[in-house]
């Protein structure tokens, strides 16, 4: 997808950036077939604790899948649709290395919230305009049921984070929430956000489930740090002349196949 000048200009000077109706009705029934199948062969796990980092809670549920790919050929197909590294390489320039993918899905009256964190805190990159997360909104994403909220304008500041007691293994940050910004969109957006970019989800408090599937993308000319070389290695390039394709991180050809994977999971669900 060409995203506009506004937009990244947008992006660059607040750090994210929502667009609405990024996928069509049909990738996101796809999207929805594949997460219930996931489900269903129990490959999400309940991240949430009572409070002591150990203990998995039994009220609420924080379900989580890091990495994706390895077990969803849609999901891995993905970050390859054209309209993702096109948009993604306006935002942080190119190449563009898929860094990691991963959902979370918050049931219904049970959806326990994520607290803030910049993603920079765990990726540790030079930049933090140069790597992007594409959050994309699975089921209609409001305040009711917790959707994501970013703060704009912090991504230079880096916050000390702390281990995260209501996770199994997350970090948290205690930023200023006067200027957070809940971001509600309709299932089919997506928001943008930079790596330095403080964000956090709320409570699911609605009676229907919400999920959101999020790819992570860095600039493969990040240097000095571990990951970049790490990335440019082990990672999907995806744009430039470095391009695999796919090939040399799954042994197959990927990019081209989304399009395919959505009829596919369709089909084999019958979803009209």
Known sequence: MQLTEEQVERFQAEGWLAVPDFWSEQEIKAMRVELERLVQVGKLRNIATDGDGVTHSQTQFNLQLCPMSPHSDLFRAMPFAPKVAEAVGQLIGEPVVFHLDQVFLKPGRHGSGTNWHQDGAYFQIDDPLKGTALWTAVHDATTANGTLRVIPRMFREELPHERDPQSDHHIRCFPDESQAVPVEISAGGVVFFAYGTPHATGANN??????????????????????????????????????????????????GTWEAEVERVLASSHVP
């Open 206 to 255: 609605t009676d229907k489930e919400r999920a959101g599937v999020a790819l992570h993308f860095i600039n493969a000319d990040q240097s000095g740090t571990a990951l970049a070389g790490f990335a440019r290695e082990k990672r999907p390039i995806l744009t430039g002349a470095e391009a695999t394709g796919g090939v040399r991180e799954y042994g197959v050809q990927i990019a």
